[in-house]
């Protein structure tokens, strides 16, 4: 637990399932979805059935609740923001994720209940174990397998992100104070439960981080 940020990483139930769920987290810029396709591609020509999906997002109710909490022009509440992402969290896991792995599909999402806990809990300011155990709850206490961490300085992700974007959206747009907690909460997770988290230096080659996630991945196939 950091005495910054106050993140304590309780411990959630991992449901029983035939497949497997890796989930990228870091913050925005780091190359979450690259990652991911080539995480997906490399188990594809290994025979696995691969299923990528993202949090906001990944079903038809999930897009509608992404449009509101990325692109929403005005304020949202804190609360109502975590409790936003709540919602789209219990259907997504309901009806996408969960059937996916019980069908022994590999599941790669890109954000999961992490990003709960470093954006609407650290980073708004809200207590960080009350937005663990609402995501937890929302998601019937399903964890990952795996959790890829990509760690990047938050100026060089925003160099990235000025390179790649013309408009931010309502999260990519907060201040760096904003970044630079959500980057604190993330490795704070990640020294709490390492025998999930694999982190990882966002800055390194493309080919680099592939081939260290790969070798985490290994094993579990």
Do not use: C
Not at 135 to 149: C, F, K, Q, R, Y
């Amino acid at each position: 637990m950091s005495e910054s940020t106050g993140v304590v990483s309780a411990p959630g139930a991992r449901a029983a399932t035939s497949g497997i769920f890796i989930t990228l987290e870091g913050g925005d810029g780091s190359g979450k979805s690259t990652q991911a396709e080539l995480l997906a591609e490399w188990l594809r020509e290994r025979a696995r059935t691969v299923m990528r999906t993202r949090e906001p997002g990944g079903t038809d109710v999930g897009d509608a609740v992404r449009e509101i909490v990325l692109h929403h022009r005005g304020h949202i509440a804190p609360r109502a923001e975590a409790l936003l992402y709540a919602a789209d969290r219990a259907h997504h896991i309901a009806t996408a994720v969960r059937p996916a792995l019980e069908r022994g599909e590999v599941v790669i999402q890109d954000r999961y209940l992490d990003s709960s806990v470093a954006y609407q809990g650290v980073g708004r300011v809200l207590d960080a174990d009350e937005i663990r155990n609402l995501s937890l709850w929302a998601a019937e206490g399903l964890l990952p397998d795996v959790t890829i961490l990509l760690d990047l300085d938050e100026t060089v992700a925003r160099a990235r992100l000025d390179a790649a974007r013309t408009r931010y959206d309502r999260l990519e747009a907060e201040k760096s104070e904003f970044h630079a907690r959500v980057r604190a909460a993330y490795l704070d997770l990640a020294a709490a439960e390492p025998e999930r988290f694999l982190v990882l230096d966002a800055a390194a080659p493309v080919a680099e981080i592939a081939a260290a996630i790969r070798a985490r991945i290994e094993p579990l196939l």
